[in-house]
């Protein structure tokens, strides 16, 4: 039996009433998500920036009387990958709300009975199970690649969690697919530009160079990008044949929006990584990144790779008595 990682999510909450307010914040301590708040003139800025969402609990009276659909439809404009939670007075259905609405909401609620989101949260956000000893393996490669990578630097990670959103993050990413019999998708790496400049002029990688270009920070990435792929590999994909057919679907990119898409409304696994100077100088550099397993998964099948004998005979592990 696999074991299923403890994984949170940040959910934005747009709510007037604080009595309510407080009813949903322990909805969500009980149910994995952590809520963030914004102000009603900042909430379009908020959802077009990087922040990391995995759904909305929005007030039907937010801004207005009809301020809660009125607001929907910006949002849906903007992110129509999140799903909304509408919270109504009086009822907990969308019956009444005009038909061309009602495919901007995933589900409506009142506060009395805001438990009835449970079922509704897991399925939306939390629907694919992510094994312990994956979530767990993963930060421990990929922490492992950038101090390798990286001279004299602090790498910290933060605790894994789930998005639903398509945004890139930076100016600078990388991707590459991951295919077993248990999984088949992509991995993507994400960061800022100017800060991996700055690493690299200050001689914290290990490029030497006179005048750095973007080429050089395309390697430094697509360097960490390779170990962590191949460790990965090398822990959790077996070398055996993939069953079955090898379908594929389009990848969209579009930059001027930052949005990415690969055809599915799987919700995606983060992980954000921080790494500062061990000097306590110099800017900090955030990497995220992000597994969506778009075309198979099959988390039952999941095992770690046991080390074979004769492998830690060839590296030179183990030799004989």
């Given at each position: ?209 006179d005048m750095v270009n973007f080429r050089d920070i395309n390697h430094v990435l697509g360097e960490v990008t390779n170990l962590v792929w191949g460790s990965f ?89």
């Amino acid at each position: 039996m696999v074991e299923k990682a403890e994984l949170v999510s940040k959910v934005l909450v747009l709510e007037e009433s604080q009595d309510c307010a407080l009813r949903i914040k322990a909805f969500c301590d009980a149910n994995n998500l952590v809520g963030v708040k914004a102000h009603l003139e900042n909430v379009m800025g908020v959802l077009k920036s990087n922040v990391d969402l995995g759904a909305i609990f929005l007030c039907e009276g937010y801004g207005g009387a009809d301020g809660g659909v009125t607001l929907a439809r910006e949002i849906h404009e903007v992110r129509p990958e999140l799903p909304v939670f509408l919270r109504r007075q009086g009822t907990d259905d969308l019956d009444d709300i005009p038909e061309q609405d009602r495919s901007l909401f995933c589900q409506a609620y009142s506060i009395d009975n805001i438990d009835k989101l449970g079922p509704v949260v897991n399925e939306t956000i939390f629907s694919l199970v992510y094994p312990n000893a994956l979530v767990r393996g993963i930060t421990e490669i990929t922490k492992a690649a950038l101090e390798s990578q990286f001279k004299d630097m602090d790498v910290t990670s933060e605790a894994p969690y789930i998005v639903r959103d398509r945004i890139i993050y930076g100016e600078l990413f990388t991707l590459i697919p991951l295919e077993s019999n248990w999984c088949r998708g992509y991995m993507m790496l994400q960061t800022e530009e100017q800060p991996l400049v700055r690493f690299v002029e200050s001689g914290k990688t290990h490029i030497t160079t006179d005048m750095v270009n973007f080429r050089d920070i395309n390697h430094v990435l697509g360097e960490v990008t390779n170990l962590v792929w191949g460790s990965f590999k090398n822990r959790f994909i077996a070398y055996e044949p993939i069953e079955g057919r090898a379908s594929q679907v389009p990848i969209i990119v579009n930059h001027l929006h930052r949005y990415i898409s690969f055809g599915s409304e799987d919700p995606q696994l983060c992980f954000k990584y921080t790494l500062s100077d061990k000097s306590g100088e110099g800017p900090n550099l955030v990497l995220y990144q992000r597994f969506v397993f778009n075309l198979s998964w099959s988390p039952d099948k999941f095992k770690e790779n046991e080390a074979l004998v004769e492998d830690l005979f060839d590296s030179g592990e183990l030799e004989l008595f």
